[in-house]
């Protein structure tokens, strides 16, 4: 019998279909308290959940379903370093690179202090402009060259905490396998004063090391000889042989572990270009936010663990009230890669078919995550949020304050947090066809009021929730990121499955070479026969390709 | 009756039954004509849909369904200018706008061409430097101050097809009423050589109206006097007192119709920035292709029409598999706003739950819209995609050449195309657990093969559609946007809702402005009383940003 068939999941049906039919803007009015009684602090950041459709004997029963996971025997096991990553006989550590002490992990911990030290040089080295490149002139430009989790994550929280206008090394990000991501990234730089680094933990990541070959040959092109690379060139990478062959001596090369998967690795030397943007005081404070994170969720009891009880809300909603998305609004331009970040973390960990014993859950897993930075997307998917069919949990997050104290003297951050409890408060009441029939009269419109009405009619009753914190800082930012990390890991233990592999992403790859084998053969004879053991229609867009390229 | 419980829908809940067992892969392999037979070409953009879960069977339903729908009178009465638009007593003829000639459109296509010129003017008078700011020298840079179909639009068309590093004037966008937008934008700039366009159809978009006046501060606190913003602000708006009032003369003021929702508005005086950005060639070429589109859509019987199948196979996922999303992912990093600009485009058209009589519909509307661009989003949330439990229909959208003939010397297109062509055969064949279990011990892993193997198997039979065109140019991009404009049309009108209405935004803007009033008002005397109207978890945040303020 799985978890969510125990008496305890049972127990949640049953409270589903008892509220189905209540009301959040009832349950709010008939007690004052709520807003109180379902809210959650933790290292600074204020979750109220008090608009989601439950009430106290729901989150009991959320609570005694974590129970019934053995919740709190998993967290010890993920921070004592079990084998939590089971089919890759790993655990999984993320928490030892953002810790001050070692707890059970000193060996493991001398090498991330040893590599933090490496990194702070580099970051030091590089903001005080004493690295040149082969003319002699200082380093102005970094450029991170990763995909996935050795981009995400950096780019996120560079974006999130550099200054607008910084000073050099300003940092720049290449992904992308399409030439067009780099190019536009190189074009408005100069060879001569800009440095790359390379973050792929195999040194052979597709998309990484074309881009880093074209990295290369642009600054051959301009002039730098073999023995200039190593000034032009810095690798965050396992394998130090394959980044020499390069022409990257191991010196220039930083170490990842195989205890840290790639959407976790932004605490990790994969971090450096964030580093180098936002100074390193400041990324030690990125550390120390999810650090502080890390210890409430290792030693905070249920009822009061913030990324426990954010994961029985996602249960909650997507497994017990059928939702099959989630929606992360950031009410934060700086915060508009977050949902990016997000959609690796959630649905690369927790887009899984079978628990852990191989078996198939019976279950829907991690939902489709996705969102926007508000208050643009109210001009945009907030329509189908108010009106649509589906149903579509939300997280607000809102940096209370402008980062910067100064910077809100003509009230602009002021309407954008307005703007956000608006729409918060919009979800939760909605507009019944007589409020907005009585609204078009008061326009003067009698005449279409009576049809019109169901038009502007929105049922509210939305559930969601509201992430807030006094304002964006490096500390508020890694409390952040571990907070939705560690809800992505109680997630999987309630769904039973291992958030910390990704085997399903194996077999593109493997069709990948082999359909760019077949791309770079020869044609077939006839257009129309499939090449080689493709399908039809693989077979037939390859003959596109070629044609379009002829 | 509704059209989706007609006999038409009930032929296809029974075809949907019939085909939930089969194979899309035994499909393609039993058939070699399928990818030809399942395929449609339209103004150079090619569908190839066979590998969607359906039969030639289901097809015909699909067209039957349309029929029932009377899609072909419905598609003339777009063109034609009728109220389309019923709750707004409006016709949508975006159409209109890349159209060369009338048509019965004379009064209208007289303005129009009329604007065009207007825009030619200024985008040829910045664009050859010949514009100069208040220090005489000329406009280097041009800032878009919109949101929604004012930002999405222009930014998505001209990062797409501007050049990557691009002479002056260049063209940044800011949308956000967060400050932080804005203050991104214009630091690197010099106000005396900046020219912003404020696209507010009103004037009074909050975001829009607020942006323009810190953008007005910002140019007088550099010394611009009053006189001087005329040279310094371009307007397009409907409301010429209101940009005069702020300081843009009516010769300085673009024009909007109320015939043009917002998110069909890039054609418009709205695309100016793009213009300026590609140069106005570029922009007609734009224009041009939306056009090619247009005819094909309304001269093209139903079988053949590009716009029409597309949303056959929307609702065909949405309506009868029980998909509740829809990912769009561009191989192609210059359109990796694509999402974006559809997001909008879909969920505020098709994101309602009553239809064109004000009825409650029974049944889901639009999907959520998601996607990024690939490759990137394999190292995310393609894991999901192949081993989650969620059905996540995929247009997959492939431009087959490099914009520039010249730009993939080291073949790394030609892996982005491999890569695309990888995914959709992945998503089709998957992978069983015995040829994982073989693949683990060809690999010499003989002791772990078979309890692994379930973890490695893919299932396979995922939907999609391969979207794919010669190359990436104002043409084929026009042709693309217009593509999806009219398919979430035709899926409207087999919602039987209206595409051209946004009523649900409407309540959020006004708690808005309740909201702000209670922020800026006096502090309730006891921090739990709930502020003026608004409810408890509304009042006590409202005191939370207090706190964070004081």
Redesign the interface.
């Known amino acids: 019998m799985t978890l969510l068939d125990s008496q305890e999941g049972r127990d949640l049906t049953v409270q589903a279909s008892r509220l189905q039919g209540q009301s959040i803007?009832a349950l709010?009015?008939a007690d004052?308290t709520?807003?109180?009684a379902f809210s959650c602090e933790a290292a600074g950041l204020?979750l109220?959940f008090?608009?989601h459709l439950l009430d106290t004997f729901t989150l009991e029963n959320l609570l005694s379903l974590a129970r019934r996971a053995d919740m709190q025997a998993r967290i010890a096991a993920l921070f004592a370093g079990r084998e939590v990553n089971h089919?890759e006989k790993r655990p999984a550590l993320h928490m030892l690179l953002r810790a001050s002490a070692a707890d059970n992990h000193a060996a493991r911990f001398a090498e991330v202090v040893a590599t933090r030290e490496r990194m702070r040089e580099h970051v030091e080295t590089l903001r005080s402009q004493r690295q040149t490149g082969f003319t002699g002139e200082p380093i102005s430009d970094v450029v991170n060259l990763g995909?996935?989790?050795s981009?995400?994550g950096p780019r996120l929280t560079s974006e999130a905490l550099a200054p607008?206008?910084p000073a050099p090394p300003r940092v720049h990000y290449a992904?992308?396998?399409?030439?067009?991501?780099l190019?536009?990234v190189i074009?408005?730089l100069n060879p001569a004063t800009t440095l790359f680094i390379v973050c792929s933990k195999s040194f052979s990541?597709?998309?990484t090391l074309?881009?880093a070959?074209?990295a290369r040959?642009w600054l051959q092109d301009a002039g730098a000889s073999e023995k200039d690379l190593a000034r032009h060139f810095l690798a965050v990478t396992s394998h130090l042989q394959a980044a020499e062959e390069f022409g990257i001596p191991p010196d220039n090369c930083l170490p990842l572990w195989d205890w840290v998967g790639?959407r976790y690795s932004l605490w990790s030397a994969i971090g450096l270009s964030t580093a180098i943007a936002i100074g390193w005081e400041a990324f030690c404070e990125l550390l120390r936010g999810a650090e502080t994170m890390d210890r409430h969720f290792r030693d905070t009891s249920p009822e009061s663990n913030l990324p426990l009880l954010m994961s029985l809300l996602e249960i909650w909603c997507c497994h017990f009230l059928g939702a099959?998305?989630h929606?992360v609004l950031p009410?934060?331009?700086?915060l508009r890669r977050l949902p990016?970040f997000l959609?690796?973390l959630t649905?690369?960990s927790?887009?899984?078919?079978?628990n852990r014993s191989?078996?198939?859950?019976g279950?829907?897993?991690?939902?489709?995550?996705?969102g926007?930075?508000?208050?643009?997307g109210?001009?945009?998917?907030?329509?189908?949020?108010?009106?649509?069919?589906?149903l579509?949990p939300v997280d607000f997050i809102?940096p209370?304050?402008?980062?910067d104290a100064d910077?809100?003297e003509?009230g602009?951050?002021?309407?954008?947090?307005?703007?956000c409890?608006?729409?918060?408060?919009?979800l939760?009441?909605?507009?019944s066809a007589a409020a907005a029939e009585d609204s078009l009269r008061q326009r003067g419109r009698d005449d279409d009021a009576e049809?019109?009405?169901?038009?502007?009619?929105?049922?509210g009753n939305r559930p969601h929730s509201?992430l807030?914190f006094?304002?964006l800082t490096p500390h508020s930012l890694g409390a952040l990121l571990a907070l939705y990390e560690h809800r992505t890991f109680c997630s999987s233990v309630i769904w039973d499955i291992?958030a910390f592999?990704?085997?399903?992403?194996?077999?593109?790859?493997n069709?990948?070479r082999?359909?760019?084998e077949v791309?770079?053969g020869p044609a077939a004879e006839d257009a129309?026969e499939?090449a080689s053991t493709?399908?039809?229609?693989?077979a037939?867009?390859?003959q596109?390709?070629r044609?379009?390229?002829a």
Chains 1, 2 share one sequence.
């Not at 009410?331 to 700086?334: L, S």
């Not at 927790?350 to 079978?354: I, L, P, S, W």
């Not at 279950?363 to 996705?370: G, I, M």
């Not at 109210?378 to 589906?390: D, I, M, N, P, R």
């Open positions: 803007a709010l009015s004052a709520r807003p109180q204020h109220d008090s608009r089919t995909i996935g989790g981009d995400l607008a206008c992904a992308n396998i399409d030439p067009e991501d190019r536009s074009a408005p990541t597709e998309e074309h881009n070959l074209a040959r790639g099959t998305n929606a009410y934060a331009y700086r990016d959609q690796q649905m690369e927790n887009g899984k078919r079978v191989g078996d198939t859950v279950y829907h897993t991690a939902p489709v995550l996705w926007a930075a508000g208050t643009t109210q001009h945009s998917f907030h329509q189908l949020l108010h009106q649509g069919t589906h579509c809102l209370l304050a402008p980062a910077e809100d003509d602009r951050h002021g309407r954008l947090v307005a703007n409890l608006a729409q918060s408060r919009a939760t009441v909605g507009r049809w019109l009405a169901p038009h502007l009619a929105i049922p509201v807030s006094e304002r291992n592999d990704q085997w399903g992403v194996e077999l593109g790859k069709i990948g082999q359909v760019h791309m770079l129309n499939p493709l399908d039809a229609a693989t037939a867009l390859i596109r390709w044609d379009a390229n």
